[in-house]
């Protein structure tokens, strides 16, 4: 019986410093500036976007480091920042708690995931096609047939799209629609973080996983731009 009292109280008390917690801290001698807040996600958990430098590199509950600092800590030696997804363990040892950087570039990214304590990571490299698709564009859900979005000539993580988003009742899900890395299903796609979110309204999107889709809440003509290496969609309905 004490053995599972204790065993119960580890679990709760572990929760709740992974639910409670609203922020999120990089630092290190691979952050540039030496400290930057992390993005909050719309599913609980937290990303980051942009240049590393050759270091080490901890991430933590507070800016400063201070006694009730707690550390995100692989539980693989010497882990790579850049990674297919590894566990971390909360802890208080800050020596503990690095990810390595191994070199310097300006295309790193990472999501933390607060409730599953994983963290994956990547040097990102621009995708050479874009498209979108769905009940709400005027192809429907067919392979072969999707709209290509244009990547602009400065940058291209940078895509944008213009033309018209109605229900179509011949489609099924005749409001919805999502963005593909490709003419087809697989293996790259785009998603909001919630089912039917408002694509006037949504600002982030994530890469992969749930096929989560946007409905379109008023008919007419849109502009979408899409970033993809920093993950964020902008929309507008121009009439």
């Known amino acids: 019986m004490k053995r599972l009292l204790i065993a119960l109280t580890f679990i709760i008390c572990h929760v709740s410093l992974s639910t409670a ?106 995708w050479g096609e874009l498209f979108i698709a769905g009940g709400a564009t005027e192809v429907g859900w067919k392979e072969g047939k999707m709209l290509l979005m244009t990547q602009d000539l400065n940058n291209p993580c940078i895509w944008t799209w213009e033309g018209e988003l109605k229900r179509h009742p011949e489609f099924e899900e005749p409001t919805s629609f999502k963005f593909q890395g490709q003419d087809r299903w697989n293996p790259k796609n785009l998603h909001p973080y919630k089912q039917g979110a408002d694509i006037l309204q949504d600002e982030q999107l994530r890469t992969g996983g749930s096929d989560t889709k946007w409905e379109v809440k008023q008919e007419g003509r849109y502009r979408i731009t899409i970033d993809l290496f920093n993950e964020t969609v902008k929309a507008e309905l121009l009439k």
């Open 21 to 126: 917690q609203t922020e999120l801290w990089m630092t290190g001698s691979a952050v540039p500036g030496g400290v930057q807040k992390l993005i909050a996600t719309g599913d609980d958990g937290y990303k980051f976007a942009g240049k590393l430098n050759a270091g080490e590199l901890r991430i933590q509950t507070t800016k400063k480091a201070g006694k009730d600092t707690r550390y995100m800590a692989p539980n693989l030696p010497d882990a790579l920042i850049a990674n297919k997804g590894l566990r971390f363990t909360e802890t208080t040892d800050a020596e503990a708690a690095a990810w390595q950087v191994p070199f310097a570039e300006d295309r790193y990214r990472f999501v933390i995931d607060t409730k599953n304590h994983t963290l994956r990571g990547e040097i990102f490299q621009p």
